[in-house]
């Protein structure tokens, strides 16, 4: 539940804490999103059709072959999480969709813990909905978004970091971010007392 998510996450303090949720498109394309709350980074999350779809009817309760069922977007959302140092990987906020019904597995392999918003309370998520909103430029709805490939989404989230916000002071989420991931890396300052 939301309401167990650290204090720290909701004033955005501290780097590592992100929103995640999908955008969809026409025949069960999608795109996943993960978005820093601190430095409003976002992170395109590739979700290619499985092998087989299309080919044979779909089957009640059978595999997930859009790409974005459990077992995909498990696979794909720690792909794209481990990349990132583990500091900057605490936790995950998340709607209530069944894609990430394997999140306990989730956070076994990455050490972040997941939570979730509570029902039909998008502004729980702010800033994912906010990003969503403008990856709508790249990605109108009623398109079939698995003809984008990884390559094109990671220039898509590239083009958003290098996009000043008002927010952030008019400094760019790869700004903020590149001072998180820079901060890290810092050694500690000895005391002198």
Known sequence: ML????AEADDRAVPGHWEGDLII???RSAIG???????RSTLLVHLPRLEGWGKTPAVKNGAAL????????????????????????????WDRGKELSGHAQFTLNTG???????????????????????????FPKGT????WSAEDLEAVALA?????????????PAEVFTEQLQSLQQPGVASTS
């Open 112 to 138: 972040t813990k997941v939570f979730f918003a509570d029902p039909h309370s998008p502004w729980q998520r702010p800033t994912n909905e906010n990003t969503n909103g403008l990856l709508r430029q790249y």
């Open 160 to 172: 958003l970091n290098n996009r000043p916000r008002k927010v952030l002071g008019w400094r760019t």
């Open 33 to 39: 999103t993960l978005i820093e709350r601190s430095s």
């Open 25 to 27: 498109g026409t025949g």
């Open 66 to 93: 859009g790409g974005y069922g459990a077992v995909a977007m498990n696979a794909a959302l720690a792909s794209s999480i481990t990349a990132l140092p583990i500091q900057l990987r605490k936790t995950l906020t």
């Open 144 to 147: 079939d978004l698995s003809r």
């Open 3 to 6: 309401s167990e998510r650290p």
